[in-house]
């Protein structure tokens, strides 16, 4: 929910006058203490949210996938340059889910199977 600047600003105003601390107006107003210290910081509203681009080039990600299908996110992560988080949400854009074999092999290693989704002309 977001306030007013008014009501920001009347709040904040009161703070001021009566030397109330952060805790009191909040309980006063019934709004977060961390609210109130915020507003104190920077009265006025976000209005854009300061991302960078995106690193990771989903087509060089998909051809990645099909070469090494087995790769941890780590390590895709690190032939792209991005984070972990990051290429899990690439991974997530694209529609690509891990499988894995429920079978035990013999040696103890399960298979894992990476499944892209199916293409649209395909």
Same mark, same amino acid.
């Given at each position: 929910?977001s306030y007013d600047?008014k009501m920001?600003?009347h709040i904040?105003? %009161?703070?001021?006058?009566?030397g109330?601390?952060?805790?009191?107006? =909040?309980? !006063? /107003? +019934?709004?977060s203490k961390?609210?109130?210290?915020?507003?104190?910081?920077r009265i006025?509203?976000k209005?854009?949210?300061?991302?960078?681009?995106?690193k990771?080039?989903?087509k060089?990600?998909?051809?990645d %996938?099909?070469?090494?299908p087995?790769?941890?996110q780590?390590e895709? =992560?690190? !032939? /792209? +340059?991005?984070?972990?988080?990051g290429?899990?949400y690439?991974?997530?854009?694209?529609g690509?889910?891990y499988?894995?074999?429920?079978?035990?092999?013999?040696?103890?290693?399960?298979k894992?199977i990476?499944?892209l989704p199916?293409?649209?002309g395909a």
């Amino acid at each position: 929910m977001s306030y007013d600047i008014k009501m920001r600003q009347h709040i904040l105003k %009161i703070r001021a006058l009566e030397g109330l601390s952060f805790s009191k107006v =909040a309980k !006063r /107003f +019934g709004i977060s203490k961390q609210t109130v210290y915020n507003w104190s910081k920077r009265i006025e509203e976000k209005k854009t949210r300061i991302k960078s681009t995106i690193k990771i080039d989903m087509k060089e990600l998909k051809e990645d %996938i099909e070469m090494y299908p087995d790769s941890y996110q780590y390590e895709r =992560a690190a !032939r /792209f +340059g991005a984070s972990q988080g990051g290429m899990w949400y690439a991974l997530k854009r694209l529609g690509v889910t891990y499988k894995k074999n429920p079978q035990a092999s013999q040696g103890g290693f399960r298979k894992t199977i990476c499944v892209l989704p199916k293409s649209e002309g395909a």
